[in-house]
């Protein structure tokens, strides 16, 4: 990503969104990121072109993109705002691309327009968590902002006045939204700068992770049990419901903090609850205690059960649990005065 600024704080928070400039933590954040590459190629395949489109291209106000010619899941359309305006490829000055406009999108002084508004919107496939785009040759000034929409709402806006101006400049802006969102309105002040835009990316978020409470029974293990089960009861902080938890991802995942691979799943009963009668619901499964020993020693003073929501957050917590094995104990048989070995199994 040569050539963009990268702010040093990574996110300034606006309402519903967060701000990243920087794409390495952008990237770090989000999932199954889609990229539209704004090349000649690329934007030929909008609806309204029938050619790819070369130096100071003027292309019109609007440009459909379907799923179906870009391979992307989610169908998009770009417009320009200000009436009258349009979109220029690969514009050019003195018959010179600029690096800023090349392979980008522009709105501004070679069609005289200053207000160099515009947005995208979806067409089809799943709303948008997150998304970014670059902005190139720009000086954001007071009110430049860029809005999430769901529908007609807006869920979430960030104020690009906040980025460090030092001149004509090329931002990674990348937007993450805690509602699904399918709309991205970029809103400049008339200020006479042009600006380019290049490069959309479409993704989800990375599913959150809620802690919760674990409790193992029997709080005592005995490496030389022959009993069926072992038993957890989970408990979820306020705001999530055990009801939503998805029990076929419910499994021991962890012994003294070391992954167990592959995980162990839930066998056998399972119910809803409040076991230990604190007035919060828990959800109670069993584990196959013969299939858990051998993963145990007796120095092991930790399991971690994990698993996730139904919307896909994920969830974890762990508790002690006491690992023992047995001494030998060793008698003898009156009978015939022979030595046995016995083990002393609870």
């Known amino acids: 990503m040569a050539g963009l600024y990268l702010l040093n704080s990574a996110a300034v928070s606006q309402a519903a969104a967060v701000l990243v400039t920087d794409p390495a933590d952008w990237e770090a954040m989000v999932s199954d990121i889609e990229l539209f590459t704004t090349i000649s190629e690329n934007i030929a395949l909008a609806d309204e072109l029938a050619s790819q489109p070369g130096m100071n291209a003027q292309l019109g106000p609007i440009l459909t993109f379907q799923s179906t ?31 800023s406009f090349q392979d980008a999108l522009s709105v501004g002084d070679i069609n005289g327009w200053e207000d160099d508004d515009w947005q995208l919107s979806l067409l089809d496939g799943a709303s948008m968590m997150a998304f970014a785009v ?138 809803i609850g409040d076991y230990d009668q604190d007035g919060n619901a828990d959800l109670m499964v069993k584990f196959d205690r013969q299939e858990l020993i051998p993963l145990l020693k007796v120095t092991d003073k930790t399991i971690t059960v994990s698993g996730e929501l139904t919307d896909g957050t994920q969830f974890t917590g762990m508790d002690k649990s006491r690992i023992i094995k047995p001494k030998k104990k060793i008698c003898f048989s009156r009978k015939y005065g022979h030595l046995f070995k016995k083990w002393n199994v609870r």
């Open 69 to 99: 010619k870009t391979g992307l899941s989610r169908g998009f359309f770009v417009e320009t705002l200000q009436e009258g305006a349009g979109f220029t490829f690969n514009e050019s000055e003195g018959g010179v691309t600029q690096i």
């Open 134 to 271: 670059e902005i190139r040759s720009a000086r954001f000034g007071p009110g430049e902002a860029m809005t999430l929409y769901s529908g007609s709402e807006p869920v979430g806006s960030v104020d690009l006045n906040s980025l460090p101006n030092i001149g004509d400049e090329n931002y990674f802006i990348g937007l993450i939204s805690d509602v699904p969102f399918d709309r991205v309105s970029f809103d400049e002040d008339p200020d006479g700068d042009d600006i380019g835009i290049a490069d959309f990316r479409f993704a989800n978020v990375l599913p959150s992770e809620i802690e919760a409470v674990v409790d193992i029974k029997p709080d005592t293990i005995n490496l030389k049990s022959r009993g069926r089960y072992v038993t957890a009861y989970i408990e979820l902080p306020e705001g999530y419901s055990v009801e939503e938890i998805d029990r076929s991802t419910v499994v021991i995942s962890g012994i003294e903090g070391d992954i167990i691979d592959p995980a162990l799943h839930t066998v056998g009963p399972w119910q």
